[in-house]
C-alpha cells in the first residue's frame, strides 16, 4: 500500500468515525435502547480518538511525502443537465485535506475530545446528559465536514449541521424561557448567515457552474491558489461570504447574539463560543481567501469589518459583569483581529491565532466557575485589594457615553429589531389584516362567537345543568 | 406576612415609602455575596408562624412547593419508604374525629380521603382534560389502579340501572335525558343493548360515569376567579431585563474593568445619569431619556418618584402596599441581594449605600410606567374570562372526581342519583383535600417513617449496657457537623480505645483570620458572633527572611497571572495569548484527563512559594485599642478553652493526647465553595481554630486558671491541632514541632488510626457518588475523592450536609457504635457537668439549634423546590459581579443551594434528641424565644433522651409524650463496611459490634 492510498483511508476514517457517532445517536432514539452515560461518552471518546489519530496519520504523511492536497470524492449525489455547461448542476461531494483544513480538523478533535470528557463529569446524571451528547456529535460532525469540504454544499452540509445543534444546545435547559428565547434567536441570525451563504453557493455556480473550491480558485493549493473569477463577481460573491460569515462569527452588527449563546451547559458554551463555532466564519473566510485576493475593495470591507468588530468586542468587554459574557466579547475582539487579519491576506498568521485563541478561550471558559476562587488568589499573592478603573483613561465627559456604549453593548440588537425585525414582521401583519378584512367583507355580518374559540365543542359543561 | 397590622399611611394619608420598604425587605432571601455562604432558613422571615401555615404562605408569595411534588411521595410509597401505616395514622392525626363523616351514600370522608391519597390523581388545563378523554382509553378502559371488585361493582350497578331504572322511565331532567340518550345512541342504540359484550360495558359505565361527573360538577362555584393583569406581566418581563443588567453593573464588587459612571451618588442617580442622554434603540423607551434628564434637573427624590409613579400607573393607595411587594419579588433575588449589600455588607469591597432598594422600587416604577404605556399600545387582546376560569376548575373537578370514582367503585348511576346537596358537599369535600394538603399529609408520614426508626433504633442502642470506664488512649474533638459522624463512628471502630467529642467546629475560638500569604482578615465564627479578636499567621522566627522572599516571588507570579487574566481580555494581550494560546492546550487536556496528576503537580509547584514553618500570633502584645485586638490575654484563653471543657464533658475521662479537629472542604471550580466549609466558622476553614485552640489548651498560665476554676487538665495531657478536608478526606495536624515527647508515642497511635478511618470515610462516602465503584478497596476510595476534589469537571465534588436529619445533643455512649448513615450532627454535652441551671445546656442549644435547623431548612427549602428556593442546576451557572450565580446569559441572582448538592437530600425536618429533662428543656425554651418558635412552630422536631433507663419523649403540640418503639430489634453487623457495602441509597440503623456482627449487608429500608 502506498502512503497516498494510506493517506487516503485515514481521510475516510476521519470523516466517517463522526458519522458514525451521529448514526449510533440517532438510531438509538429510534429504538428503545437508550445508551448508558457511560456508552455515551466511551463512543465519544473512541470515535473521537479514531478521528484523531488518523487526522494526525494525514497530518504526518503529509509531512513526511511532502504532499500538500488528499483528495477525498464521494462523487455526484445528484446531477442536473442543462442545455449549456453552465445549466448543469452537480451536487458534488469532495473532501480535501491540506494545510488549512488538517490543522483545523486536528484542533477540532483535541478541543472536542477533551471538552467531551469534561461534560462527562459535569453533565453526570442531568436528565439531557444524553441529548446532550447527541447534539454533540452532531457538532462533531458538522465540524469536521465544514473543516474538510472541498466543495461549497459538502461546506454548506457541515455548516448547517454546527448551526442546528448550537441553536439546539444553546436551548438545551428548555424548561426555561430564556434559553429557549436566545436559542431561537442565534437560530434566526444562523438562518440569515445560512441564506447569505446559499444565495453566494449559487451565485458561484451561476458563476462558474460548479462548486468546487478547485474550480473557484483555480489549480493551486491553498493558500497559494489563484482564483479565477472576474474582480466584479469575487465583490459580490465575496460579500455575500462576508455577510455569511458575519453572521457565524458573530461580527458586527450581529454580534449580541454570542452573549445570548451562553445559556447552554459550561462545556459546550465553551466549545462553541470559546473555540470553535465562533471561528466557523473565520474559517470560511480563510477557505475562499484566493477569492478576497481578487478584489481589493472586497479585502477593505473584510479588514474594515475585522477591525470594527474587534474594537466593539474590547470596548464592550469592558463594562459586562459576568464572566461568560466578558469571555464572550473578549473572544469576538480576538475574532474580529483574526477577520482583519484574513483581509491583510496574513493567512498562516490567522491560523495560528484562531488555534491558540481557540485553545486558550476553552480553558478559560472551562474555568469560569473559578474566577471568584481566582480573584482571590491573585488578591492573595498580590497582597493587595483588585480595583477596577473609572473607564480607564478617557476623559470624564466622553466616560459616559463609552460606559453606555459598552453597557447596552451598542444595543446591536435593538437597532436591528427595529429597522429590520420590526418592519419585516409588520409587513406580515399587515397582510394578516387584509386579509382579515377581506374575509370579513365577503363573509358577510360579523357572527357572535369567533371561529376558534371553542364553538367546536357540543356542550360546554356550564349548559348541561 | 408576619406584621398584619403594618399601616403604610400615616394621618397626614402620606405613604412613608422607605419605612414600607424596609418593612417588605424581610420577603426578600437574605443571602449575602456567595463567597460567605451561610446557611439559613429560607422562609426565616415566615418564623413567626407555625411550619405548616408558612411553607403555604410562602408557596403563595413566591409561586413555589411548600413540600414535595405528590408523585415523589407517591414513589416513597411504593418503596416503602413510607408505609400504608403512616399514612393513616398521619391522616387520623389531621382529620381527627372529622374522618368518620359519611358523606351521603359514598363512605366516609376518612375513606375518601385515604383513596384520594393512594392512587395518583391528574389534574390539567381544560384542553389536557379534554384531550384525555378524548384521545386515550379513559372512557373505555378503567385506569389499571382500579380494584377488579371496583370495576365489577361499577358495571354491575349501571347494568342494572341502566336496563331496570333507565328505560322503565325514572324520574331525570330533559337535559340530562338527551345526553343520555345520544350516549346509547353512541353505541348502536337501544336496541343494541342486550348483545353488548364486557368490554362494551365497560365503556359505557366509564362514558356515564364521566357525563355523571361532568354535570355534577357545574353544581360547584368558584370563589374568586383570578383575573390576571397580562399588560403588568409583560411590561414587568420588559423591567426584569433591564434591571438585571442594571443591578449587576451597580453591584458589581470589582470584575468588569470599568465603574458604572456616577455609582457613589446611588441607584437612581446613575441610572439616570446613564440614560439621560441614551438614543434607545427600544422603542419602549423612546420617551425616557427627555424623562430622565427632567428628573435630574428638578432633583426629585426616589420615594417620590415612587408616590408619582405610583399615581401615573393609576394605583389606588389601597393596593400600594401589594404592588410595591409585587415589584420587590419580581426579581427577588437581585433586590434581596441589593437589601443585603446596603444593611449587611461593611466589609465588601463595595457596600451599596443605605437608600438603594428604594431606589430601585423607584427605577423599576420609572421603566414600569413606560412598559406598560407601551405594552397597551400594542396589545388589545383580552384576558382570560371568569367563564373560562369556571370552565377551567369544573373541568378538572370532574376530570377528579372521575378518577375517584373509579377507585372507590361509584358508578355513574350512582352518582346520577346525588342530589343537588350531595353533590355539594361531596365536591366541597374533594376541593376540600386539594393536592398541596394531600401533599401535607404525605410529608408527616414521610417524616414520621423516618422518626419512628431512628427514635427507635436510639432507644435501643441506649438500653446497652455502659462500656466500662477507664482512659481512653486519646480523645478526638470533632465539629458537630453531619460529615464528621461517619469519620467519627470509623475512628472508633479502627481504635476501640479511643473517644470522640463533638462541638461547634470554631472551637469557641471567634477571630478575624488572616494566613501567612492572604490579604484580608476574614471572620472564623458564627455569622451571629461579632468577633474582636484579629490573629495573624507569621512565618516562624528563623524562616523570617525566605518567607519574604517567597512573598516576593508569589507577588511575582501574581503579577503575571494578572496579565494574563485581564491582558486576554483585551485586543492586543488578547493577540498575544492568543499566538501563544496553543500552550493553553497542555494544562487544559491534563486537567480534564488527568486531574489527580495535575493537581500533585500544581502543588509540588506551589510548594516552592509556600512557606512551611509557621506560628499564630495569638497573645494580645498592645493594650486593647478601640475594641480591636491583636490577640487575646490569657484570661480570655482560659475563658475560652474551659468553656469548650465544660460543655462537652471531656474532662470526665483524661487521655494523654487530645486532638481538636477543625474542618473544611476544598474543591475546583465550585462558585459555591463556601456553602461547603464549616458553618460554625461562617463558611469558613475552621483549621486555625483548631491551631489556635490547642496553642491556648497547652499554655501553662491557662491551665492554672483553670485548675483554680475546678478543671484540672493533667500535666501529661498535650492538645493538638490538626484539621480535616471533608472533600478529599485528608487530615493535616499543626505545631507537631513542639510537641512533647512524652505525647509521641499517643500521637504515632493517633495518626495511623486517622489515617485508616480517614480512608475508610473515604470509602463510606464514595457509596454515594455514582461514578465510584461500589467494589472499590478503601485505598482507591481515598484516591477517588482526591480526585474529585481536583477535578475541574466535578460539580458534586462532595455532598455536603445532604441527607441531614438527626441532632443528637448528649454524652458519646448512648449513640456509639451506632450506624447514623452520616445523618446526625453529634454534638456532645455531659449533664453531670452541668449546674442546677443547665446554663452551659442553655448556651450549647442556644447555638445548636438556630444553627442546625439552618441548615437542615435550607436543604429542605432547596430540595423541595430547586427552582424556586434553591438555584437550580449548576451547568449552566454563570458569576456575576463576584456576587453570586446567575443562569446561562442573564437571570435573576440564584440564591440557595444548587441541584447537585441536594439531590440526594431527604427533606425532612431535623430532629433533635437532647439528653436532659422535659422540666429543664421547658425553661430553656421559655429562657430563649429562638428556640421556642423553631420548636412551637414546629420548625424542627424535639425528643428528649433519659439514656438510664433508656426512655425518649417526643415534643408534640407543648408537651412531652412518650415514646414507644414498635420496631424489630436493631440488626447487627461486624463493621460499618459491612452494613453498608454495596448500598448507594441511603440506609437504615445498625448497632456495629466487631464481636457480635453477622456480615450481613444493610439493606434499604
Known amino acids: ?465 | 406576612m408576619t406584621s398584619p397590622t403594618h399601616d403604610p399611611a400615616d394621618r397626614d394619608g402620606d405613604v412613608d415609602f422607605e419605612h414600607l420598604i424596609a418593612h417588605l425587605a424581610h420577603l426578600l432571601p437574605s443571602q449575602g455575596p456567595i463567597s460567605v455562604f451561610v446557611h439559613h432558613n429560607t422562609l426565616h422571615a415566615f418564623e413567626e408562624q407555625s411550619f405548616h401555615e408558612a411553607v403555604q404562605t410562602a408557596a403563595d408569595l413566591y409561586d413555589c412547593h411548600p413540600y414535595l411534588p405528590e408523585p415523589d411521595y407517591r414513589v416513597a410509597l411504593k418503596r416503602g419508604r413510607i408505609t400504608q401505616q403512616d399514612l393513616e395514622a398521619e391522616l387520623y392525626d389531621v382529620l381527627g374525629d372529622e374522618g368518620d363523616r359519611l358523606l351521603g351514600r359514598l363512605g366516609t370522608r376518612h375513606e375518601l380521603w385515604m383513596s384520594m391519597l393512594e392512587h395518583p390523581l391528574r389534574e390539567g388545563t381544560e384542553a389536557e382534560i379534554r384531550w384525555f378523554i378524548d384521545e386515550t382509553e379513559a372512557l373505555y378502559r378503567f385506569r389499571p389502579e382500579a380494584s377488579d371488585a371496583a370495576r365489577e361493582q361499577t358495571i354491575d350497578d349501571t347494568r342494572r340501572w341502566l336496563v331496570r331504572d333507565y328505560f322503565n322511565g325514572i324520574v331525570i331532567s330533559p337535559a340530562r335525558r338527551q345526553r343520555i340518550d345520544a350516549l346509547i345512541n353512541q353505541f348502536g342504540g337501544r336496541g343494541a343493548v342486550d348483545s353488548w359484550d364486557d368490554p362494551t360495558w365497560e365503556a359505557f359505565s366509564l362514558h356515564l360515569l364521566w357525563l355523571a361527573c361532568e354535570d355534577g360538577a357545574t353544581v360547584a362555584e368558584v370563589s374568586s376567579p383570578a383575573c390576571e393583569d397580562r399588560h403588568w406581566a409583560q411590561a414587568n418581563e420588559l423591567v426584569d431585563a433591564a434591571m438585571i443588567r442594571l443591578c449587576a453593573a451597580f453591584l458589581d464588587q470589582g470584575f468588569a474593568p470599568w465603574i458604572l459612571p456616577e455609582r457613589d451618588r446611588g441607584l437612581l442617580q446613575a441610572f439616570l445619569a446613564l440614560h439621560q442622554d441614551a438614543l434607545p434603540a427600544d422603542s419602549w423607551l423612546a420617551r425616557f431619556p427627555a424623562r430622565a434628564r427632567e428628573i435630574r434637573q428638578q432633583g426629585v427624590a426616589a420615594s417620590q418618584l415612587i408616590e408619582q409613579s405610583l399615581v401615573e400607573l393609576q394605583i389606588p393607595p389601597a393596593q400600594y402596599e401589594q404592588r410595591l411587594q409585587e415589584q420587590l419579588l419580581s426579581l427577588r433575588g437581585w433586590a434581596g441581594t441589593l437589601w443585603q449589600m446596603e444593611t449587611n455588607a461593611e466589609w465588601a469591597p463595595w457596600p451599596a449605600p443605605p437608600g438603594s432598594l428604594v431606589e430601585y422600587v423607584a427605577v423599576r416604577l420609572l421603566l414600569l410606567r413606560e412598559a406598560v404605556a407601551a405594552v397597551r399600545r400594542s396589545d388589545a387582546t383580552s384576558p382570560a374570562t371568569v367563564r373560562e376560569t369556571q370552565r377551567q376548575h369544573q373541568a378538572n373537578l370532574a376530570f377528579v372526581l372521575f378518577q375517584i370514582a373509579e377507585i372507590r367503585g361509584w358508578s355513574g348511576a350512582e352518582l346520577l342519583r346525588q342530589s343537588r346537596d350531595e353533590w355539594m358537599l361531596l365536591t366541597d369535600e374533594a376541593t376540600a383535600f386539594p393536592s398541596r394538603m394531600r401533599r401535607r399529609v404525605y410529608h408527616l408520614a414521610y417524616e414520621r417513617h423516618y422518626r419512628e426508626q431512628s427514635l427507635g433504633a436510639i432507644q435501643q442502642a441506649a438500653a446497652r449496657p455502659d462500656p466500662p470506664a477507664g482512659e481512653p488512649a486519646y480523645q478526638v474533638v470533632c465539629c458537630i457537623d453531619d460529615r464528621e459522624e461517619s469519620f467519627r463512628r470509623h475512628l472508633e471502630e479502627v481504635d476501640p480505645a479511643c473517644e470522640t467529642l463533638g462541638f461547634a467546629g470554631f472551637f469557641g475560638v471567634a477571630m478575624y483570620y488572616r494566613g501567612l500569604g492572604e490579604t484580608h482578615f476574614r471572620p472564623l465564627c458564627p455569622v451571629n458572633v461579632k468577633p474582636r479578636h484579629y490573629i495573624v499567621e507569621e512565618p516562624v522566627y528563623t524562616e523570617a527572611t525566605a518567607s519574604r522572599r517567597r512573598a516576593a516571588a508569589r507577588k511575582a507570579l501574581g503579577r503575571a497571572a494578572q496579565g494574563v487574566t485581564f491582558g486576554s481580555r483585551s485586543v492586543l494581550g488578547g493577540l498575544v495569548t492568543g499566538l501563544l494560546g496553543a500552550i493553553a492546550t497542555a494544562p487544559l487536556v491534563l486537567r480534564v484527563v488527568a486531574p489527580r496528576l495535575a493537581d500533585v503537580l500544581l502543588r509540588g509547584a506551589g510548594r516552592m512559594v509556600r512557606d512551611r514553618r509557621t506560628r499564630l500570633h495569638l497573645e494580645t502584645t498592645a493594650p486593647p485599642a478601640d475594641g480591636r485586638r491583636d490577640g487575646y490575654t490569657v484570661d480570655e484563653m482560659a475563658a475560652i478553652v474551659g468553656g469548650m471543657l465544660r460543655t462537652t464533658g471531656l474532662p470526665a475521662k483524661w487521655s494523654p493526647l487530645v486532638i481538636i479537629c477543625g474542618h473544611g472542604s476544598s474543591s475546583l471550580n465550585n462558585p459555591h465553595a463556601a456553602a461547603y466549609d464549616c458553618g460554625a466558622c461562617g463558611g469558613g476553614r475552621g483549621g486555625p481554630n483548631a491551631r489556635a485552640f490547642a496553642r491556648m489548651a497547652n499554655d501553662p498560665r491557662v491551665r492554672a486558671i483553670l485548675s483554680e476554676r475546678g478543671i484540672a487538665v493533667p500535666p501529661t495531657t498535650v492538645f493538638v491541632g490538626a484539621y480535616h478536608n471533608t472533600c478529599d478526606d485528608s487530615v493535616v495536624y499543626y505545631d507537631l514541632d513542639s510537641l512533647q515527647s512524652g505525647a509521641d508515642a499517643a500521637m504515632s497511635r493517633a495518626r495511623e488510626a486517622i489515617d485508616e478511618a480517614r480512608r475508610r470515610d473515604a470509602h463510606e462516602r464514595s457509596r454515594r457518588f455514582e461514578s465510584a465503584d461500589l467494589n472499590a478497596t478503601p485505598e482507591r476510595a481515598l484516591r477517588h475523592v482526591e480526585g474529585r476534589a481536583a477535578d475541574l469537571s466535578q460539580v458534586r465534588s462532595e455532598c455536603g450536609h445532604a441527607t441531614n436529619a438527626l441532632c443528637l445533643v448528649g454524652r458519646r455512649q448512648w449513640s456509639r457504635d451506632l450506624f447514623l448513615d452520616r445523618r446526625a450532627f453529634l454534638t456532645s454535652y455531659d449533664p453531670v457537668f452541668d449546674d442546677e441551671e443547665h446554663s452551659v445546656l442553655a448556651n450549647l442549644l442556644a447555638a445548636v439549634i438556630p444553627v442546625c435547623a439552618g441548615i437542615n431548612l435550607e436543604y429542605y427549602f432547596s430540595r423541595i423546590d430547586n427552582v424556586g428556593y434553591g438555584c437550580g442546576t449548576k451547568l449552566p451557572h454563570n458569576l456575576t459581579s463576584l456576587l453570586g450565580v446567575v443562569d446561562g446569559a442573564g437571570s435573576d441572582l440564584r440564591t440557595g443551594l444548587p441541584w447537585q448538592m441536594v439531590e440526594i437530600h431527604e427533606p425532612l425536618r431535623i430532629l433533635f434528641i437532647i439528653e436532659t429533662t422535659a422540666a429543664a428543656l421547658k425553661k430553656i425554651m421559655a429562657a430563649n424565644p429562638a428556640i421556642e418558635r423553631l420548636v412551637v412552630g414546629e420548625w424542627v422536631q424535639l425528643a428528649i433522651i433519659d439514656p438510664a433507663h433508656a426512655t425518649i419523649q417526643l415534643y408534640r403540640r407543648g408537651e412531652f409524650v412518650p415514646f414507644e418503639s414498635h420496631d424489630a430489634p436493631l440488626p447487627t453487623a461486624s463493621a460499618s463496611a459491612a452494613w453498608y457495602r454495596g448500598q448507594r441509597d441511603h440506609l437504615g440503623f445498625a448497632l456495629i459490634d466487631a464481636a457480635k456482627g453477622h456480615a450481613s449487608s444493610g439493606g434499604p429500608r
Not at chain 1, 457517532?21 to 440517532?26: D, E, G, K, R
Not at chain 1, 461549497?152 to 442546528?164: A, Q
Not at chain 1, 439546539?168 to 434559553?179: E, N, Q, S
Not at chain 1, 473557484?216 to 462576508?242: E, F, K
Open chain 1, 1 to 465: 500500500m502506498t502512503l497516498e492510498s494510506a493517506m487516503s483511508i485515514a481521510g475516510v476514517i476521519v470523516v466517517l468515525a463522526p458519522l458514525l457517532l451521529v448514526l449510533a445517536f440517532c438510531t438509538s432514539t429510534l429504538t428503545r435502547w437508550s445508551p448508558s452515560e457511560l456508552s455515551s461518552s466511551r463512543l465519544t471518546e473512541a470515535s473521537v480518538l479514531t478521528g484523531l489519530l488518523a487526522a494526525a496519520f494525514v497530518f504526518a504523511g503529509m509531512l513526511w511525502g511532502g504532499s500538500r492536497n488528499v483528495e477525498i470524492e464521494v462523487g455526484n449525489w445528484a446531477t442536473l443537465h442543462g442545455p449549456t455547461p453552465l445549466d448543469t448542476y452537480h451536487f458534488h461531494f469532495k473532501f480535501v485535506f491540506d494545510r488549512l483544513s488538517v490543522p483545523f480538523a486536528l484542533l477540532t478533535f483535541v478541543l472536542v475530545g477533551t471538552v467531551g470528557a469534561f461534560a462527562n463529569r459535569y453533565l453526570h446524571r442531568e436528565p439531557g446528559f444524553h441529548r446532550f451528547f447527541s447534539m454533540y456529535a452532531l457538532f462533531l460532525l458538522g465540524m469536521i465536514v465544514a473543516t474538510l469540504a472541498g466543495t461549497v454544499e459538502t461546506l454548506f452540509v457541515g455548516w448547517e449541521l454546527v448551526g442546528l445543534s448550537s441553536a439546539l444546545l444553546v436551548a438545551f435547559f428548555h424548561d426555561r424561557l430564556a434559553p429557549v428565547r436566545n436559542g431561537l434567536r442565534v437560530w434566526t441570525v444562523y438562518r440569515l448567515a445560512d441564506a447569505a451563504f446559499l444565495i453566494a453557493a449559487v451565485a458561484l455556480h451561476q458563476v462558474h457552474g460548479a462548486g468546487d473550491f478547485a474550480e473557484l480558485t483555480g489549480n493551486g493549493v491553498w493558500p497559494d491558489a489563484q482564483a479565477s473569477l472576474s474582480p466584479s463577481a469575487a465583490l459580490t460573491i465575496g460579500l455575500l461570504v462576508l455577510v455569511a460569515a458575519a453572521g457565524k462569527s458573530g461580527l458586527v452588527p450581529f454580534s449580541e447574539w454570542l452573549p445570548r449563546a451562553m445559556e447552554g451547559p459550561t462545556p459546550s458554551s465553551a466549545v462553541f463560543y470559546g473555540a470553535l463555532s465562533v471561528h466557523l466564519g473565520a474559517y470560511l473566510l480563510l477557505r475562499v481567501s484566493p477569492l478576497l485576493a481578487l478584489s481589493t475593495p472586497l479585502c477593505v470591507a473584510v479588514v474594515a469589518l475585522g477591525l470594527i468588530t474587534a474594537a466593539y468586542g474590547a470596548v464592550v468587554a469592558r463594562a459586562q459583569t459576568d464572566v461568560k459574557t466578558a469571555l464572550a466579547f473578549a473572544s469576538l475582539a480576538q475574532v474580529g483581529l483574526i477577520t482583519a487579519e484574513i483581509g491583510m491576506g496574513w493567512d498562516y498568521f490567522a491560523l495560528v491565532h484562531i488555534i491558540g485563541h481557540a485553545s486558550f478561550r476553552t480553558l478559560q471558559l472551562l474555568r469560569a466557575p473559578s474566577v471568584l476562587h481566582d480573584y482571590q488568589s491573585l488578591e492573595n499573592a498580590l497582597g493587595e485589594a483588585l480595583a477596577p478603573t473609572e473607564a480607564g483613561a478617557i476623559a470624564s465627559e466622553k466616560r459616559r457615553y463609552w460606559y453606555r456604549f459598552a453597557y447596552l453593548r451598542g444595543q446591536l440588537d435593538g437597532w436591528m429589531n427595529r429597522l429590520i425585525v420590526e418592519p419585516f414582521l409588520s409587513v406580515f401583519r399587515n397582510c394578516r389584516n387584509a386579509e382579515e378584512r377581506w374575509l370579513k367583507w365577503l363573509g358577510g355580518p360579523p357572527r357572535e362567537t369567533p371561529v376558534d374559540s371553542g364553538a367546536d365543542r357540543e356542550v360546554a359543561p356550564g349548559e348541561a345543568a
